[in-house]
């Protein structure tokens, strides 16, 4: 993995483009919780909106081993998950890391209540 101390952190660009050193962040210690699955998805997904900058080439293979480990370990973490946005989290982790993307984007946009509105035939629509 890429060191913290390597200078190319620095010069990363963020949400909007501007300058952002994810480094402070990255070094926090502290329990990974389903709010922590639901921003990485949040800004993974972000990548494909065509705004937001691409992961350098330099750091690529890292991030996503990265999003691989973090599959890996919330697969664990669903089955003691205790509450549907906890499972809507790290289902959508596990979407991510296996290339599920718009799966994914479902999860983290829409509750259960939510997509099952959608899923309502129209005709049971009230007008």
Known sequence: MLSLNDTRWQNL???????????????????????????????????????????????????????????????????????PEEVRAILSILAISAGARTHAKFLVAYSAEQLLEIERPTSEVEP
Do not use: C, H
């Open 13 to 83: 660009d963020g949400g909007y483009r501007t300058r952002f050193d994810p480094r402070p962040l990255l070094s926090r210690t502290g329990v990974v919780d389903w709010n922590s699955y639901a921003l990485v998805a949040v800004i993974e997904l972000a990548r494909d909106d065509g705004k937001t900058p691409k992961v350098p080439m330099w750091l690529e293979e890292d991030y996503f081993q990265a999003i691989r480990g973090l599959a890996e370990a919330v697969a664990v973490d669903l089955l003691r998950a205790k509450n």
